[in-house]
């Protein structure tokens, strides 16, 4: 179990690879961003994108689960006041295989949360060939060791 105390500046923590399966982005954008170059192969082709692609919200909810994977799942994690930034830099076309990372930018007790300390982190998405796809930052809030014993 990850607490507070273990997110020190630069650790990183790496995701595992996911393939980006075609039936995966059409049923996404279905239900949530029923746009043509999320639904269609060819739609895709005739857009900008160049085939068909994922959502950018869709590749953000892949990268909430890899950050889940790599050590949210495993910490005390309270939640997230909020997202400072998120960008979609690449388009994620079917068939992408992507990976990437968490790295602590920074970690500070919370002033008004006793036994709560707020990390900062950068995070970034990869394709196959190393091009970032998505880069955010965002803070996350988990519970100290010696809080949590106590609970």
């Given at each position: ?94 068939g992408d295989v992507l990976t990437g ?51």
């Amino acid at each position: 179990m990850l607490y507070f105390e273990d997110f020190t500046p630069g650790r990183r923590f790496d995701y595992q690879p996911v393939v980006m399966q075609a039936p995966d982005i059409i049923a996404f954008a279905s239900e949530f961003d029923p746009q043509p170059m999320h639904l269609d192969e060819e739609a895709g082709k005739r857009s900008i994108l160049g085939g068909l692609s994922a959502s950018g919200w869709h590749t953000s909810a892949i990268g909430m689960r890899m950050m889940i994977d790599a050590f949210l799942g495993d910490s005390s994690s309270q939640g997230s006041p909020g997202i400072d930034f998120m960008d979609w830099k690449k388009p994620v076309l079917a068939g992408d295989v992507l990976t990437g990372f968490s790295l602590v930018l920074g970690a500070r007790q919370s002033n008004s949360k006793p036994g709560v300390g707020i990390v900062k982190f950068r995070n970034e998405i990869d394709n196959q060939t190393g091009e970032a796809i998505a880069v955010s930052e965002c803070s996350v809030l988990f519970r100290r060791r010696d809080w949590g014993l106590r609970r």
